[in-house]
């Protein structure tokens, strides 16, 4: 017999989604898709994309909506115990709002049998590469994902830790004494996030455009031309001596993170992916380099850093995923 599911993966700027079929444990994506959720980012606005997205789910693939069994939504933020509450998620500007009510109203009456979960995106993108991608079946996990800011999920013994809020995995808050009076997003101050995130990144270059430590003709950039992280990488390449000393910087800081991530967790396997360490190969081999070196001998004789292989599907996928574990909740 084959159920289906529905996956959904909520940007800033998008929302993913993905239907997959599952039959006797294997799996199979039978359609993804990405929808613009620019100007409609209230918890109404994304609840009536799920249900916009199910009412067409028979015309894109001939199955009746009514036999999903489950949907699952990703979301870049921390989310309640009961999954019914997003917390804080920064991209999206939502505090302590109850999607789960959102969803309900929505979808209540087209999918009645479905079961429906929230997740944190960093553990659906973890869940869903080891299911199916890069981490398949690795007995544990830790995926650090650089993107706009930093990320974790977190699998241990074939299981998902969520941790006792469930928000294990917000290691973009660990903090550094070097660090401290940087402001962070979150509130606090002296967190790596503030620092080596993508948005982090492109603040410091400006700063230093600004104050005349670096100018755009040097980075490659048009007066218009925002500074990201790919112009460091690009400015690495040429031996530009501001990049060189802007990824050693950087890469110390995140190859310590995941350092002593790797003390305390002693993974079969980091998964480091995200916008920024997937667009800058230069950095990634850098922390790789200085990981290695700082983190405890005993915990890296069988360490593996891989490469997400799932890439944008890897959050719909494993949101949908989640769907088929334990805790589900009933609409
Ligand atoms: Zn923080």
Redesign the pocket.
Known sequence: MTTHYLGFDIGGTHARCALIAETDGQFKILSSQKHSIRGAQTPRDIALIVRHVVEHVHADTGIDPQTLKGLGIAIAGQISVDEHTVINAPNLNWHNVDFYAALQASLADLVPQASIRIANDLNAIAWGEYQFGAARSLPSLLAIYVGTGIGAGLIIDHKLMVGADNVSG?I??T?FPELKGIP???????????YAGGKAIEYRILHDIQNAVVSREELGLTAEEHPTARCIEAGFRKGLPYAVRFWDETALMLGMLVANAIAILNPHALLLGGGVLEGCPSLLAKIIDNAMEMAPRSATAHIQFIKPTLHDDAGTLGAALLCLSAGQKQL
């Open positions: 917000e973009g808050h903090k962070c997003g979150c509130g606090q101050t002296g967190c790596i996030e503030g």
